[in-house]
């Protein structure tokens, strides 16, 4: 083969490698849970095309046990992944929305945005906005999708995501901070171990070079979508309250606190928290998830999402 075509443009191992040429191997996101009703765990689940023409998806799940026209919390999941792989359909994201569906007793949406570097960001942005909106078209019993028009209960509405899906939390509260979201107010967002960049960092690990490669077109670690220092929205972020998670050993932790910091010194007036797991990295609670720090982890994102029910 020629050298020219078989040279590594970027990679995560062991999980990911791009070259030259185009080509393109993914080694994680790509195995397929099919969508079930009444499954083992007692969830409920379908995929629903939101875009036809771009192929943009989502996966919905409910607990089975639902009874006609009971209204649940909101959920809207983005995955992480780096914005070049990942996958609402692969064990590890279904496995986890799932427990947290059970969890919670929620509706979630598990948005299947476009991967770099077939489809680089703003694509991944572009599309995680599309299908919120999406969402949140079917408040007042509206939209197309009947689960949740019946189900839905848009009082209570939430966003959550990991690594880079929680960086595409954060833009999505942004963004329905200063456009709005149909009349429909986000009542809270939960960044989980979330990438974000400081400009007075240095930024030579995998997170960073993966950022450059899945946006090209970024103007660096000074973009206003990954550094919030730099995000002229942040006081204006569109919810209530924030949540977010670090892991001690994670070697995004202090961005994730960098976040925290700079959400509570921007003049937003909504309430924030942030809460360490000591002695795990990143996405643990993925890889590990029956273990006592992963379900600590998602009780207390349970807990998030309806310590406001009986108000």
């Given amino acids: 083969?020629?050298?020219?075509?078989?040279?590594?443009?970027?990679?995560?191992?062991p999980y990911f490698r791009a070259y030259k040429d185009g080509r393109v191997e993914r080694n994680f996101g790509t195995d397929i849970v099919p969508p079930s009703i009444n499954s083992q765990s007692g969830i409920s689940t379908k995929d629903v095309e939101i875009v036809k023409e771009t192929g943009l998806s989502a996966r919905i799940y409910i607990p089975s046990t639902i009874s006609s026209g009971q209204k649940?919390?909101?959920?809207?999941?983005?995955?992480?992944?780096?914005?070049?792989?990942?996958?609402?359909?692969?064990?590890?994201?279904?496995?986890?929305?799932?427990?947290?569906?059970a969890e919670a007793n929620i509706?979630?949406?598990?948005?299947?945005?476009?991967?770099?570097p077939e489809?680089?960001?703003?694509?991944?942005?572009?599309?995680?906005?599309?299908?919120?909106?999406?969402?949140?078209s079917h408040y007042n019993g509206q939209g197309p999708e009947a689960w949740l028009r019946?189900?839905?209960?848009?009082?209570?509405?939430?966003?959550?995501?990991?690594?880079?899906?929680?960086?595409?939390?954060?833009?999505m509260a942004a963004q329905a901070g200063v456009e709005g979201l149909q009349g429909v107010k986000l009542?809270?967002?939960?960044?989980?171990?979330?990438?974000?960049?400081?400009?007075?960092?240095?930024?030579?690990?995998?997170?960073?070079?993966?950022?450059?490669?899945?946006?090209?077109?970024?103007?660096?670690f000074d973009d206003p979508r990954i550094n919030p220092a730099e995000d002229s929205r942040l006081s204006r972020l569109g919810c209530s309250k924030v949540l977010i998670f670090i892991a001690e050993k994670d070697d995004m932790r202090e961005r994730g606190l960098f976040y925290y910091e700079t959400l509570k010194k921007s003049g937003w007036e909504g309430e924030v928290e942030i809460v360490e797991t000591e002695g795990e990295d990143h996405v643990f609670h993925l890889f590990n998830p029956n273990c006592e720090k992963a379900l600590a982890l998602l009780k207390m994102l349970a807990s998030f999402i309806n310590q406001d029910k009986a108000s």
């Fill in 1 to 13: 083969m020629d050298s020219g075509t078989s040279e590594v443009v970027h990679e995560f191992l």
């Fill in 187 to 220: 009542l809270g967002a939960c960044l989980v171990q979330p990438y974000v960049s400081k400009t007075e960092s240095v930024h030579t690990g995998v997170e960073d070079r993966s950022w450059l490669f899945s946006c090209p077109t970024t103007s660096g």
């Fill in 107 to 116: 509706v979630a949406i598990s948005v299947d945005y476009r991967l770099a």
């Fill in 72 to 101: 649940l919390p909101v959920l809207v999941y983005y995955h992480g992944g780096g914005f070049f792989m990942g996958s609402p359909f692969c064990p590890t994201y279904h496995n986890h929305v799932a427990a947290l569906v």
């Fill in 119 to 136: 489809h680089p960001v703003p694509i991944g942005y572009e599309d995680s906005w599309i299908a919120l909106q999406w969402v949140a």
């Fill in 150 to 171: 019946e189900h839905g209960d848009f009082q209570r509405f939430f966003l959550a995501g990991d690594s880079i899906g929680g960086n595409i939390v954060h833009n």
